[in-house]
């Protein structure tokens, strides 16, 4: 790094202090950003996450002010009270033919001819009518193999670190976020059982891969539809490195609550799904609008959709497996009904990233937050 960039970071790590002295987190989060910009260190990562951290306390007082204040004019403003979910069009109305199964709607947004209906508008309205989107190249090949180099990095480090019982072994990419409240341990623990790493305990990944989703417009079209700044669950953001698992179908919800304002970023990383011999997701390609029994129907797991419930559902759409490519994504909120693909023959090591986004009037209160 020459020595005007260096003076230019260290200036705005100057400035980011200040604001952080201040109370001033969400200015100190573009300030840290533009510091990484210009030279990436691993304690910047760090300290920025903190960061990100101590912020939603701000960005809910900010949250208030807004309301009170919508609430003494007449101008028609989104605010933390309105309808949800909001009423957008139908962007897809064309519907399957009889007899056909139906398939969730597809965004183009890389290559050629790619990005014209890449907005909030589509991608919203196509969660609120079809229940998700699929999002196709949203990140390139390139992005997607860094990132997946950086997810086996993470977990690598966090099981050297690990087995020797020491976590500074980790670093750089893996370092585990001690956050302010919120429960961290227990989803450590079951996210760890199914050879994944929360995305928060790999900062340089945490970090790589919220640059690839504001360089591609997505946190702007997130932030267009909740109302609000976006703030990811520390909880629920997770790589997964899936080999085999017992999947179950179910909604998110029954484990954030229904009346939260979510979308889910799944992302891929891996050529999966459709006839591949690596496990998609197998999804029910319609909206519902509540949460489904989780009792009978052949449940055999708490906050499991039975089987039997699951036919009844499925019986005029069909079940579908969408076929991903590395960069691919299915965008989602807690009401959707899907699981990990199931069949005979799917041997292949999947990659993906889930990234859990909302809106900070409406987040669970049982998980941390880390705003966007």
């Known amino acids: 790094m020459g020595a005007s960039l260096a003076t230019d970071q260290r200036s705005l790590l100057k400035q980011a202090r200040v604001a952080e002295d201040d109370g001033r987190y969400l200015d100190a989060i573009d300030l840290l950003r533009a510091a990484l910009a210009v030279d990436r260190s691993s304690r910047l990562d760090r300290r920025l996450l903190h960061v990100r951290n101590k912020a939603f306390g701000e960005l809910e007082r900010s949250i208030r002010q807004t309301d009170d204040r919508s609430s003494e004019t007449s101008v028609s403003t989104r605010s933390s009270a309105s309808a949800w979910p909001p009423a957008l069009p139908d962007p897809f109305p064309a519907r399957p033919k009889v007899g056909m199964p139906a398939q969730i709607p597809e965004v183009q947004v890389g290559g050629s001819g790619g990005g014209a209906d890449f907005d909030s508008t589509t991608v919203g309205g196509g969660v609120v009518h079809h229940g998700a ?40 990419h893996y370092d585990r976020l001690v956050p302010l ?67 179950t179908w179910h909604q998110d919800g029954r484990f954030i609550g229904s009346e939260v304002r979510s979308l889910n970023v799944w992302l891929s990383l891996s050529d999966c799904g459709g006839d591949t011999s690596t496990a998609g997701l197998d999804v029910v ?19 499991s959709i039975g089987d039997a419930l699951i036919d009844r559902e499925a019986a005029e759409v069909g079940v579908a497996t969408p076929r991903f490519h590395p960069g691919d994504a299915l965008v989602f909120d807690e009401r959707f009904v899907h699981r990990t693909s199931v069949r005979p023959g799917l041997t292949g090591v999947r990659h993906a990233i889930e990234s859990w986004f909302f809106a900070p009037s409406h987040f669970p209160s049982q998980y941390v937050p880390l705003v966007v």
């Not at 860094?146 to 072994?169: H, K, Q, S």
């Not at 919220?210 to 790589?239: C, H």
């Not at 519902?288 to 449940?299: A, M, N, Q, R, V």
């Open 181 to 247: 409240g919120g429960r961290t341990e227990v989803s450590r623990a079951w996210v760890a059982e199914v050879g994944g790493i929360l995305t928060a305990d790999a900062p340089l990944l945490f970090h790589d891969l919220i640059d690839a989703f504001t360089d591609a417009g997505l946190i702007e079209i997130i932030a267009g539809y909740l109302g609000e700044r976006p703030t990811l669950t520390f909880n629920k953001s997770v790589v997964r490195r899936l080999v085999g698992s017992a999947p």
């Open 285 to 303: 390609p319609k909206r519902f609008h509540d949460l489904l029994d989780t009792e009978g129907h052949g449940s055999t797991f708490l906050h």
């Open 133 to 172: 989107v699929i999002l196709r190249g949203l990140l390139t090949a390139n992005q997607a193999q860094r990132l997946r180099d950086g997810a086996d990095e993470a977990i690598e480090a966090r099981d050297r670190a690990v087995a020797a019982g020491n976590f500074e072994l980790g670093r750089p």
